[in-house]
């Protein structure tokens, strides 16, 4: 189960830090990583961070804004969200991948969204 949290409203500028837990499964060999919705259009991949290495990589509209972390036990994922735009209104939910395959196709566990709303 993966618990996203972190949501609200915030000023264009601003900044958020949305945390997204894994509970009851171990999640911890996976890919883990957030997408999001905003109203009228097709989910989007955010960020992404591999199980192994670490290593992290970014959607293009969010490169050198955002940036997605973990903890040590591999069980808590972060997305820092930085000089946030309006554009970045979204529900946003964390997702984790079994490895051998691509985040960026979608994730095979699901959190329920957090609400990030972004004001001009």
């Known amino acids: 189960q993966l618990q996203a949290s972190g949501g609200g409203l915030v000023q264009a500028g601003g900044s958020l830090r949305l945390s997204c837990a894994a509970s009851?499964?171990?999640?911890?060999?996976?890919?883990m990583g957030w997408f999001r919705q905003a109203p009228g259009k097709e989910r989007e991949f955010v960020a992404g961070i591999s199980w192994s290495l670490g290593g992290t990589y970014y959607g293009d509209s969010v490169k050198g804004r955002f940036t997605i972390s973990r903890n040590n036990a591999r069980t808590t994922v972060y997305l820092q969200m930085n000089s946030l735009q309006p554009e970045d209104t979204a529900v946003y939910y964390c997702a984790a991948k079994s490895p051998g395959a691509s985040l960026r196709s979608g994730g095979d566990y699901w959190g329920k969204g957090t609400l990030v709303t972004v004001s001009s």
């Open positions: 009851g499964r171990t999640l911890s060999n996976h890919h």
